[in-house]
């Protein structure tokens, strides 16, 4: 959709920084065109502001072995995320969502872990094909994520996922709204009703709401999008955030230790654990179906199948577990050095010159000979 796709935001971006004087109104259309329509992130961003990409488009780029290589690296591993690890997932996905009834509870939530995988790798792989096409030109786009499956709470996955859409709403939407005269009384009236201390998250709680309504809006305006990616993460971040005393009492009376790793683990897979959730909804691509579903895992939690049966149902052959098992290893590696503040493509840049040749061609062989190549799209391209 136009008027809401990911250069209008940018577009948009551009004339509320010059009305509020952030930045100068560019007076060459040239530089604004290129900054509105160039080409790598037209159809699915990242959302960037005038004022940080004016300043690459109008220096001089040369020609450079490592910017060049870096870029190709970077798309490559964009397409062996989309090709080998998110269409083979996406089977799975198929398969149970085809098929709802055969499943019970559990089957169905490890479908929608695979369906976490899937979409991650699916955007995440657009992004790097992005972001390595740009690079082929000597231009830095912003990061769009940062480890999200890391995340120890919906909050913080919220942070990390989809980041320059996360800034962009909350720099001209949520912000602007909690300073505006109308939301600063709300929030005196509330201080005298509920207390000081209660009374002054009320403007937050409201500007949060106004925000995921329109993130909603942005990903579909249908009633499942909403479900999933408006209503449920505000209700569960206002939640966390109101509940947080009861839980922080809770967890003392248990003495539990907060400081371990096993605990953050623990949080990082209760995150994963409600965003699939709250993702059932886009699966069935029906508010009323997903609740159904969500009763029929309920209903029935659990039963037994076979492995060999639920493989062969799925369609997925000896050869695609081998492969969706070495991709998450190697996934979770790579994700790990982000989480940790370190990239993998430095990393590589560190080997002997025949560990990257034998790297970079084996992307390519595995890509070329077990890659899935067919009409799917990318999934982002519908928002």
């Known amino acids: 959709i136009i008027g809401i796709s990911y250069y209008a935001l940018s577009a948009i971006g551009y004339l509320i920084d010059v009305y509020w004087g952030t930045i100068e109104a560019s007076k060459n259309i040239v530089d604004v065109g290129l900054f509105i329509f160039f080409f790598p992130q037209l ?19 040369s020609l450079q072995y490592d910017t060049v290589t870096m870029g190709m690296r970077r798309m490559l591993w964009g397409y062996f995320q989309k090709l080998i690890i998110s269409e083979r997932f996406a089977m799975v996905v198929s398969a149970v969502y085809g098929n709802i009834d055969s499943y ?3 089957g169905i939530l490890l479908a929608n872990l695979c369906y976490a995988i899937q979409l991650f790798t699916d955007f995440s792989g657009c992004m790097d094909i992005i972001m390595g096409s740009a690079m082929l030109f000597g231009i830095q786009l912003p990061e769009n994520f940062n480890a999200p ?31 505006s005269v109308p939301m600063q009384k709300c929030g005196k009236l509330a201080k005298k009703v509920l207390g000081k201390k209660r009374g002054k998250k009320i403007p937050f709680y409201l500007s949060m709401m106004v925000l995921w309504f329109f993130i909603g809006i942005w990903h579909g305006g249908t009633s499942f999008y909403f479900m999933s990616s408006a209503i449920l993460p505000c209700f569960l971040m206002i939640s966390a955030d109101v509940f947080q005393p009861v839980f922080s009492k809770m967890l003392s009376l248990l003495n539990i230790n907060i400081d371990c790793e096993s605990w953050h683990w623990f949080r990082r897979f209760r995150t994963q654990c409600l965003l699939c959730l709250s993702w059932i909804f886009i699966n069935t691509q029906s508010s009323a179906k997903g609740f159904r579903v969500l009763y029929h895992m309920l209903r029935r939690p659990y039963n037994y199948t076979s492995f060999n049966t639920a493989i062969s149902n799925m369609g997925i052959s000896a050869l695609d577990i081998l492969l ?16 940790d503040g370190e990239s993998i493509f430095v990393k590589m840049n560190q080997q002997n010159f025949w560990v990257r040749i034998l790297v970079f061609y084996g992307e390519i062989l595995l890509i070329l000979l077990c890659g899935k190549v067919g009409s799917s799209s990318f999934i982002y391209f519908q928002f």
Do not use: A, C
């Open 43 to 61: 159809i699915s961003g990242p959302i960037t502001r005038f004022g940080d990409m004016n300043k690459q488009f109008n220096q001089k780029h």
């Open 104 to 106: 019970s509870g559990i």
């Open 149 to 179: 499956f890391f995340s120890e709470s919906i909050q913080e996955f919220w942070q990390r996922w989809h980041i320059s859409l996360g800034i962009w709403f909350k720099d001209y939407v949520m912000y602007p709204l909690q300073k």
């Open 324 to 339: 969706m098992t070495f991709s998450l290893v190697v996934l979770f590696r790579i994700e790990k050095l982000k989480y």
